[in-house]
């Protein structure tokens, strides 16, 4: 009777079990995919970029060619939620089908349907053709996507853009233009929807130019009502290595694209330095940088911010001391060997701070040249990690040392005191 009455428990408890609803898994997505135009640092076309993103780390594979049967691919064996693949030696003027697959580190794959992008025209320099450059879609979201893009002269200039390739009637929105640097948000556009756009330029005297046409796939979801969040401040210690003497670098994140205002005052009234900053350009990842600041004084700051949908935020206060301009002498046979004399930057070893800060180069410098970081950067690595951890030098001035080498760098003068040299204003003239 006991064991008739064990195993109808048993089998009450296996079919109770059966139906728990089972563990799903995360599914894999492909998202937000960008067609654009890749151009060298001189305005000459290499290819075109396909970006995008994944819901979960995947390699990447294109296959691409002028008929659904493709012919040729490229991809990146590398695992990554966000992608980038250049596809080069392409015909002018031609119409090109393409196809996504990734794969997760479990086999899992996932393709999207045939997609196709056209390349430009191969327009030989006319008197009023203006060259446009640099244009980039900085970023994407469920109902817009942002452009920028740079001429050699000031002009008016707009996006047009359709759902369809024929440009006959766009839709058109109008760039903010600051200088030769021009930004666009195109917005109030449908989820998961394919878009043709391209950039144009004009004056008053018939000048013109048009970039080529390009795509973008909006996102499959809204960010409208997600909260605009300011995260990741600094600097947050007096140990933060972009804090010197006369310099700060002011760093945060958002979660959405955002433009921001940031004001810097000293705590002691009649000390000079500081001010408001405001940034021109939309972004998640946000810098501004203070000069001309007062050596060991104490200084505050606030960030307020404003996305792409209109929503608001702003920062308490965040405060730092600047560094003294002459520190106290180490103790011979300490740990640490610590100078500094005349212009010279702080040489502390701290090996953790090093690593960290090197890893974090090399991932800059990969987005900034490609992932085709030249061979300048290997050989003069040393250098390049000792400025960027201790010398104060930004992200600017280590990718300019990278392209045109020479002393754009300095390997043991700070980035303030270096930049405003005699030696340096010499060599930045020639």
């Known amino acids: 009777m006991k064991l008739h009455k064990l195993s109808s428990i048993i089998i009450a408890i296996l079919i109770f079990v059966s139906w728990l609803p089972q563990a799903v898994s995360a599914q894999l997505i492909i998202d937000r995919i960008t067609v654009k135009t890749k151009t060298n640092d001189k305005g000459g076309v290499i290819g075109m970029q396909i970006s995008f993103y994944t819901s979960l780390p995947t390699t990447s594979r294109i296959d691409y060619g002028t008929t659904t049967d493709y012919g040729?691919?490229?991809?990146?064996?590398?695992?990554?939620?966000?992608?980038?693949?250049?596809?080069?030696?392409?015909?002018?003027?031609?119409?090109?089908?393409?196809?996504?697959?990734?794969?997760?580190?479990?086999?899992?794959?996932?393709?999207?349907?045939d997609y196709t992008f056209k390349t430009g025209k191969v327009v030989q320099p006319a008197g009023n053709q203006v060259a446009i450059t640099d244009v980039n879609v900085t970023n994407v979201g469920g109902t817009y996507f942002v452009v920028t893009w740079k001429t050699t002269g000031q002009y008016n200039g707009e996006i047009r853009y359709n759902t369809v390739e024929n440009f006959v009637k766009p839709a058109k929105v109008k760039a903010v233009r600051s200088g030769n640097q021009y930004e666009v948000v195109v917005g109030k556009l449908k989820l998961n929807t394919k878009y043709y756009w391209q950039a144009y330029v004009s004056d008053k005297d018939g000048n013109t130019g048009t970039s080529s046409v390009q795509t973008i796939t909006t996102a499959v979801s809204s960010d409208i009502k997600v909260p605009l969040v300011i995260s990741e401040i600094s600097p947050a210690s007096q140990a933060d290595l972009r804090l010197t003497d006369t310099t700060a670098v002011v760093r945060w994140r958002t979660n959405l694209p955002a433009k921001a205002d940031v004001s810097l005052k000293a705590t002691e009234r009649r000390v000079k330095g500081g001010g408001k900053i405001k940034e021109g350009l939309y972004a998640t990842e946000h810098e501004v940088i203070y000069i001309n600041l007062i050596p060991n004084k104490s200084y505050v700051f606030t960030i307020a911010a404003r996305d792409i949908h209109g929503k608001k935020v702003s920062t308490g206060q965040f405060g730092f001391i600047t560094k003294a301009t002459h520190p106290a002498p180490q103790v011979a046979g300490s740990s640490t060997s610590c100078y500094r004399a005349g212009w010279t930057y702080q040489q502390c070893r701290n090996l953790t701070a090093e690593r960290a800060k090197a890893l974090e180069l090399k991932q800059n410098l990969n987005k900034k040249f490609n992932n085709?970081?030249?061979?300048?950067?290997?050989?003069?690595?040393?250098?390049?990690?000792?400025?960027?951890?201790?010398?104060?030098?930004?992200?600017?001035?280590?990718?300019?040392?990278?392209?045109?080498?020479?002393?754009?760098?300095?390997?043991?003068?700070?980035?303030?005191?270096?930049?405003n040299s005699k030696d340096y204003k010499d060599y930045i003239k020639k």
Not at 373 to 396: D, K
Request: proline letters at 3%; glycine letters at 6%; charged letters at 10%.
């Open 72 to 113: 040729f691919f490229n991809g990146s064996s590398i695992y990554n939620t966000y992608h980038e693949v250049v596809l080069v030696n392409l015909k002018s003027d031609t119409t090109y089908h393409y196809r996504i697959t990734v794969t997760t580190s479990q086999a899992e794959q996932t393709s999207t349907l």
């Open 372 to 419: 085709r970081v030249p061979a300048s950067a290997l050989r003069n690595w040393y250098t390049l990690v000792n400025a960027y951890t201790y010398g104060g030098y930004p992200l600017e001035a280590i990718v300019a040392a990278v392209k045109h080498g020479g002393k754009t760098v300095h390997p043991t003068i700070g980035f303030f005191s270096w930049q």
